[in-house]
């Protein structure tokens, strides 16, 4: 599975962006999804989590109430709509699906099994 994340930029405090995640080479409705973000120096921090079905939803307490993932499994794609952006959200945004083959520990990133390349988001103050 290849997993292509675009929509990363730079934005005012306050601004929004939207991030896209493409999959490719597996049917992306049997895949768990979600996003990660990084700063340089520190260890990859949970942001979002979608169950396969879209059913389910998980955020981090930092993005709860500003962030929304979502997915269309028609176009193998999973969204991540981020508003009211702070500069704290800087860092490098990756996207990240789990095959369901074992525990999927939502909040973990060695419970993914496939990610993107990363999406660079800056928020300037």
């Known amino acids: 599975v290849q997993l292509q994340a675009s929509g990363g930029g730079l934005v005012q405090a306050g601004g929004f962006l939207r991030l896209s995640c493409i999959a490719s080479g597996r049917p992306f409705s049997n895949l768990n999804g979600g996003w990660f973000r990084q700063v340089p120096g520190e260890e990859r921090e949970f942001v979002s989590a979608i169950t396969w079905s879209g059913g389910r939803t998980y955020y981090a307490d930092s993005v709860k109430g500003r962030f929304t993932i979502s997915r269309d499994n028609a176009k193998n794609t999973q969204y991540l709509q981020m508003n009211n952006l702070q500069p704290e959200d800087t860092a490098v945004y990756y996207c990240?699906?789990?095959?369901?083959?074992?525990?999927?520990?939502?909040?973990?990133?060695?419970?993914?099994?496939?990610w993107g390349q990363g999406t660079q988001v800056t928020v300037s103050s």
């Open positions: 990240a699906a789990d095959r369901q083959d074992s525990t999927w520990y939502v909040e973990s990133s060695s419970a993914y099994d496939y």
